[in-house]
């Protein structure tokens, strides 16, 4: 399936993968990083068409797109043989695209280099997740299970350990991280559900000191990520 990218940063990071079929730049438009994305599209021979805003505002249903949308092919889900050896975030049922992107950014940031999300009931890789993330989704696999139950314990087998992430978990900052990781984080309204904890080997929460005594999944993915990446850097 076709998508449009949009966003100067996006853009740039697609045209590296060299996935881009056509290229629409806002007519009189060459500063900045327009001038790179030109070049970066001329390098892969890569088609430029130049078109008036109100065309890139169609084509990117109104989002901020910076004056330039990419047409690119649909993007390629990896298989599940493709994850082992990295560390991996896995989203239980994270529906907001913008979530995804965010998480998507932050992993890409911080060496988790591969994502789970479950088959049903979760955002798929879009022009939102592109735009969020950045780019960063280029840069990493991601794998639609089937079903994530049976995949957790797939990746036990290869070595595993799974830490999921709730409010009554243990204290995340002492609890002793490290091996081959995976992650997982829940739904943006529910955390994560009652069957999938049974599968996770520690359950980890963030100490809380606020009056707001809950996070937003990307901003909860990005503390214990960067928390892991310490962890191991002082190992």
């Given at each position: 399936?076709?998508?449009?990218?949009?966003?100067?940063?996006?853009?740039i990071e697609v045209l590296k993968s060299g996935k881009v079929d056509k290229l629409y730049i806002q007519n009189s438009n060459s500063e900045g990083?327009?001038?790179?994305?030109?070049?970066?599209?001329k390098e892969k021979k890569v088609l430029i068409s130049q078109v008036n805003k109100s065309k890139l505002d169609s084509l990117s249903r109104g989002e901020n797109h910076q004056g330039v949308v990419a047409l690119v092919a649909g993007y390629n889900y990896a298989e599940f043989e493709d994850l082992l050896g990295e560390n991996i975030v896995i989203l239980d049922k994270i529906e907001d695209p913008h979530n995804l992107g965010a998480v998507a950014r932050s992993a890409e940031a911080l060496g988790f280099k591969a994502l789970i999300i479950p088959k049903h009931k979760s955002a798929y890789v879009n022009s939102v997740v592109y735009k969020t993330s950045a780019g960063a989704?280029?840069?990493?696999?991601?794998?639609?299970?089937?079903?994530?139950?049976?995949?957790?314990?797939?990746?036990?087998?290869?070595?595993y350990w799974i830490y999921g992430a709730d409010m009554q978990g243990d204290n995340l900052y002492k609890t002793d991280i490290s091996g081959k990781i995976a992650i997982v984080l829940g739904n943006e309204g529910k955390g994560i559900s009652q069957a999938l904890k049974k599968h996770c080997d520690v359950i980890v929460s963030i100490p809380m000191s606020g009056q707001i005594n809950s996070l937003n999944v990307s901003c909860a993915a990005s503390i214990i990520m960067a928390e892991i990446q310490r962890k191991n850097e002082k190992a």
């Open positions: 399936m076709e998508e449009y990218i949009y966003g100067r940063n996006p853009v990083s327009i001038r790179k994305i030109y070049a970066m599209a989704i280029e840069n990493l696999k991601v794998y639609i299970a089937g079903n994530l139950s049976n995949d957790i314990e797939r990746l036990k087998e290869e070595g």
